[in-house]
């Protein structure tokens, strides 16, 4: 029997492997808001779809090689956290630091189909396979381990509802202030993502020592 709690956990943990996987401003989500202020916000959002769908990929190839370690995963949960925690609080901090604005590039006048708009994105994300150190990090923090089918159809279910989620904001609170809306701008966002996907490393971090310190005590 599969407990309702355990699927309910997964569900709120994918989905915020799903937002934070799609949120920094790499090349994929300059391209999403460029293609959102020149050609419209579904194309904008057509455009996260591809990556959601390149990142689901890249979940897993991660999910299924942890679940071939499960029991070392397990049994070194704890040490497994702090590495993620560390990692996260990595790519946070180099989220801040980046700069998205040069990932910026010509777009063309031709708006193209849904379709070709969702492949091209596909493509972009899916060229960086360094996100599966993201993903590893993630869930390793999050304690992200499936152990029957319905408990992965529903982790992996919620990190695209995670990405698309961000997706769907990301196009309609650009398209709302597509007058306003500008490199600064830009720039600010992501310094934004980068600083909460920083406090949520460092929560992890604080949380997982003392969890340890208390289990000692």
């Not at 609170?173 to 310094?191: H, S």
Request: glycine share 8%.
């Amino acid at each position: 029997m599969v407990e309702v709690e355990s699927l309910l956990s997964l569900l709120w943990k994918g989905i915020v492997i799903g937002i934070i996987v799609s949120a920094p401003l790499g090349p994929v989500g300059v391209l999403c808001i460029q293609r959102t202020l020149n050609k419209g916000r579904w194309y904008g959002f057509v455009t996260g779809i591809g990556a959601a769908i390149s990142d689901i990929f890249y979940a897993l190839l991660t999910g299924f090689g942890m679940s071939f370690v499960f029991d070392y995963v397990q049994q070194n949960m704890y040490y497994l956290q702090l590495l993620g925690s560390i990692m996260l609080l990595g790519f946070g901090i180099y989220t801040f630091r980046s700069n998205p604005v040069n990932s910026i590039r010509t777009i063309s006048a031709n708006k193209g189909t849904y379709v070709h708009n969702m492949v091209t994105a596909f493509f972009v994300t899916l060229s960086n396979p360094l996100i599966i150190f993201l993903f590893i990090g993630l869930f390793a923090r999050f304690s992200f381990v499936s152990n029957s089918i319905y408990e992965s159809f529903t982790s992996y279910a919620a990190i695209a509802i995670g990405a698309l989620l961000w997706w769907f904001f990301i196009t309609y609170a650009v398209n709302k202030v597509r007058k306003q809306f500008n490199l600064r701008a830009i720039i600010r966002l992501n310094r934004i993502i980068g600083t909460i996907v920083m406090v949520v490393a460092v929560l992890g971090l604080v949380f997982t020592l003392l969890g340890q310190s208390l289990s000692l005590s």
